[in-house]
Nanobody, 115 residues
Framework: QVQLVESGGGLVQPGGSLRLSCAAS????????MGWYRQAPGKQREAVAT???????NAADSVKSRFTISRDNAKNTVDLQMNSLKPEDTAVYYC?????????WGQGTQVTVSS
């Protein structure tokens, strides 16, 4: 059974930093893609950043200069380093992993940016 567990969310002041981590277990092959989505109250879930098994990564324009995604293929983990956080980054952040055409999701971790 595949499970994704996120950690690292919390409350931070504008301009601050947080690092989200996600560990996938129960996976027998390296995920084709891993990444993060987020959902703010009253808004649709949106893609934040994705990193492929090759190391190629992409990110939403709104976070591209502030967030960095990385992964460890040997451990099946994916991290999201978030710098210069803004109030509009407040959301529940969900980790995902795509393995053999199936996408698995974590339970989500809350990130709140507020003074």
């Amino acid at each position: 059974q595949v499970q994704l567990v996120e950690s690292g969310g919390g409350l931070v002041q504008p301009g601050g930093s947080l690092r989200l981590s996600c560990a996938a277990s129960g996976i027998i092959v390296s995920p084709y893609a891993m990444g993060w989505y987020r959902q703010a109250p009253g808004k649709q879930r949106e893609a934040v950043a994705t990193i492929f098994e090759t190391g190629l990564a992409n990110a939403a324009d709104s976070v591209k200069s502030r967030f960095t995604i990385s992964r460890d293929n040997a451990k099946n983990t994916v991290d999201l380093q978030m710098n210069s956080l803004k109030p509009e980054d407040t959301a529940v952040y969900y980790c995902y992993a795509t393995v053999l055409r199936t996408t698995y999701w974590g339970q989500g971790t809350q990130v709140t940016v507020s003074s």
